[in-house]
């Protein structure tokens, strides 16, 4: 028998099959564009999302015919919901979190209710780049597909629903919509009072490790599964990857690098709201019960892989085979820390600041800078952006003298080094860099009961590789490059809106 994860990013989604002991026994990845309808807009096709999910599905299920998966759990980026109809048919694309759109409902929101109120229902940071703004834009400017839609899906809801059960949500996303009721573990009453939001457009919140259901039979078949499969609720990304990290103790914090770079600190409680509204964190449920979760974030590997589409093509080679294009390009990058400075501001910004009205900038270029100095300042940059934040986890009592490192940016020993010697702080990378995927099958065996606890789960899946320390002496010369970075925006602040 084997565990099947699922993971559904932002770029690109993956399916992975585990045996009890936490070897992997198959693997397969799809990768997928964001669509740009107009400028600053960002939509996934989830048609094509969901095409992609079932051919990684199909193609682990052929390569695990001899060890049959019995449970499957998917982990999945938060806040993009996609429109359904009641007979399981999507009904567009859904817009992403990086996408302003409805930014004008988060202010609405601030007024009228207050970030205040708002933490105290929903501990998140108020932003665009929520689902509720989302829906509340759709309403006013599709109404006719807000009105036609059954049910609005976040991507975990989806990928379950599509395969037979019932429309449900883990509160991990819930709380990803701005109408979660954290306390109470259901959808706000105020908070659907006041943005007319109908709660049967909504999934029901359930926790993760919850059984949905079972694959239906004719999705196993067109799937190549064994009958009868088990589909267990999971959870957003950033929780099941420190579940896959090894994280299920509060305390302590993982680094995801992918799509997003997210530090996630984990709590036994929530925190007070003057504490955490001061230093910018929000709060919502881990997929373990019991424990809490904050996210800081920001664009990180979308600007690797923007660098790499834009000055590396050329060097691309087919799929499969051995030199990686980033191998080539980091053999590239100094020893030493670059003259450059990044903002990563190329999307609307992560946690804390949320800074919706700015564009990227990359300042200090010459006619000898190479693109190997340019791409490491962006890796750089993608570090500045948390040097403040892990102060504030150290305020509230997080261990921040080790991060565990996960995601495809845990892979670059180079990136590892960088944050290392910024943050002043050693980083980990485990035998396993793709920690969500591996964190969805561990909630997938215990829900199952393969797994007594996800101490035993841990115990079975996670081990450590590597750890890089930081360098003194580039640590010191990143504290006084970090000076001049944290005055970029706010010398351009002014000016970049009207880029």
């Known amino acids: 028998m084997s565990l099947l994860g699922i993971d559904v990013g932002t770029s690109g989604c993956k399916a992975a099959a585990f045996s009890e002991d936490g070897r992997q026994l198959g693997s397969a990845y799809r990768e997928y564009a964001t669509i740009h309808q107009q400028p600053g807009w960002a939509e996934l096709d989830s048609r094509a999302v969901l095409d992609a999910v079932w051919e990684t599905v199909a193609e682990v299920a052929a390569e695990t015919a001899r ?42 929101l601030a007024e009228q209710i207050g970030q205040e109120a708002l933490y105290e229902i929903n501990p998140n ?29 976040l991507w975990g809801d989806l990928v379950a629903f599509m395969l037979g059960c019932d429309p449900v949500t883990s509160f991990s996303h819930a709380n ?87 530090i996630v600190p984990v709590y036994d409680h929530i925190p007070p709201a003057a504490t955490m509204l001061a230093r910018g964190l929000n709060v919502e449920h881990h997929v373990l019960d019991g424990l809490y979760v904050s996210f800081l974030y920001n664009q990180a590997g979308s600007l690797v892989r923007w660098f790499r589409d834009t000055f590396a093509s050329a060097d691309r080679k087919p799929f499969g085979e051995d030199e990686d294009v980033y191998d080539v390009l980091t053999a590239e990058m100094p020893a030493e820390p670059t003259r450059l400075l990044v903002l990563p501001y190329f ?25 190997g100095e340019i791409l490491k300042a962006v890796m750089e940059s993608t570090t500045f952006y948390f040097v403040e934040s892990v102060r504030a986890l150290r305020e509230i009592g997080i261990d921040t003298s080790e991060f565990i490192a996960t995601g495809g940016g845990a892979k670059s020993d180079a990136w590892l080094q960088i944050q290392a010697d910024i943050l002043g702080t050693p980083f980990t990378r485990l035998t396993r860099t793709e920690c969500g995927i591996a964190g969805a099958a561990m909630l997938a065996g215990m829900a199952t009961g393969v797994y007594t606890s996800s101490d035993e789960a841990v115990e079975r899946f996670v081990a450590r590789e590597r750890t890089f320390q930081p360098s003194p002496s580039r640590h010191e010369t990143y504290r006084a490059r970090y000076q001049l970075y944290r005055q970029l925006y706010p010398r351009l602040a002014d000016f970049l809106p009207k880029l």
Not at 194 to 222: C, E, F, M, N, Y
Request: proline share 6%; charged share 20%.
């Open 176 to 262: 990803r919509t701005l109408l979660f009721d954290i306390r109470r573990q259901v959808w706000s009453d105020r908070l659907l009072d006041w943005s007319g939001i109908d709660r049967r457009k909504l999934p029901v919140p359930v926790a993760s490790g919850t059984v949905a259901g079972q694959v239906g039979a004719a999705a196993a078949k067109r799937l190549g599964l064994p009958k009868g499969v088990t589909v267990v609720v999971g959870g957003h990304d950033q929780c099941c990857n420190a579940l896959g990290a090894g994280i299920s103790r509060p305390g302590r914090a993982v680094c995801g690098i992918g799509t997003f770079q997210c």
């Open 67 to 108: 060890d049959p998966i019995t449970a499957l759990c998917v982990s999945t980026m938060g806040e993009a919901m996609t429109p359904v109809s009641a007979d399981r048919v999507v009904l567009d694309h859904c817009i992403l979190s990086s996408d302003p759109r409805g930014g004008e409902h988060a202010e609405a």
């Open 347 to 371: 999307e609307v910004t992560g946690a804390p600041h949320f800074v919706a009205d700015a564009s990227g900038v990359i300042a200090g270029l010459r006619t000898g800078t190479t693109r």
């Open 125 to 153: 940071l108020l932003g665009p780049n929520y689902s509720l703004p989302k829906l509340l834009w759709l309403r006013e400017n599709r109404p006719e597909l807000y009105n036609r839609a059954d049910k609005f899906l």
